[in-house]
């Protein structure tokens, strides 16, 4: 089933923040996806995002399974940070 098409799921995400989300964090960005109606759901489901982010070159990669209200933005893009010489 479709997270995003899920009227239950959507409904845990907006009254309570009790939509589960799979939060991908690379050196680059962090990704989130979702909402799930539960830890098991997301599960299922993130092996095909890691595997779409290694196609894309994506390394360092750690994941999460939270249980939050929906993110501002979907996807975090970090600005690398500057060294001094």
Not at 10 to 27: C, H, K, N, S
Not at 32 to 51: L, N, T, V
Request: net charge positive; with cysteine.
């Amino acid at each position: 089933m479709d997270p995003v098409g899920n009227p239950l799921v959507w409904l845990l995400d907006r009254l309570r923040g009790l939509a589960v989300w799979v939060e991908i964090t690379t050196d680059d960005c962090t990704y989130y996806y979702g909402p799930f109606a539960s830890e098991k759901e997301a599960e299922a489901h993130k092996g095909r995002y890691i595997a779409d982010l290694k196609a894309e070159g994506a390394e360092k990669i750690e994941v999460q399974i939270k249980k939050m209200r929906q993110p501002q933005s979907l996807t975090v893009v970090r600005t690398p940070s500057r060294v001094r010489s």
